[in-house]
């Protein structure tokens, strides 16, 4: 498992090469919110990691306009 800061925030990585693949788990540190990837052991660790990245950006995008878009319960007086 690796911490890195990327774009101001830590995210943990971790890398589990399961025979033909490479499984790359990138987690936001402070939403504790998880994205996961499968690659070619071939492609470069840099490479795995920018796309694992890439998808936490995705989902955190995903979950932060899914909370936007709940209506509030209750009445407003």
């Known amino acids: 498992m690796r911490r890195q800061k990327i774009n101001g925030r830590e995210i943990l990585l971790e890398f589990h090469h399961v025979g033909d693949y490479v499984k790359v788990s990138a987690i936001d540190t402070s939403t504790n919110i998880e994205a996961s990837i499968v690659g070619s052991p071939r492609i470069s660790q840099q490479e795995l990691t920018r796309l694992a990245v890439r ?6 995008k995903k ?15």
């Open 55 to 60: 998808k936490l950006d995705y989902v955190l």
């Open 63 to 77: 979950k932060r306009k899914a909370a936007k878009a709940k209506p509030e319960r209750g009445i407003k007086v």
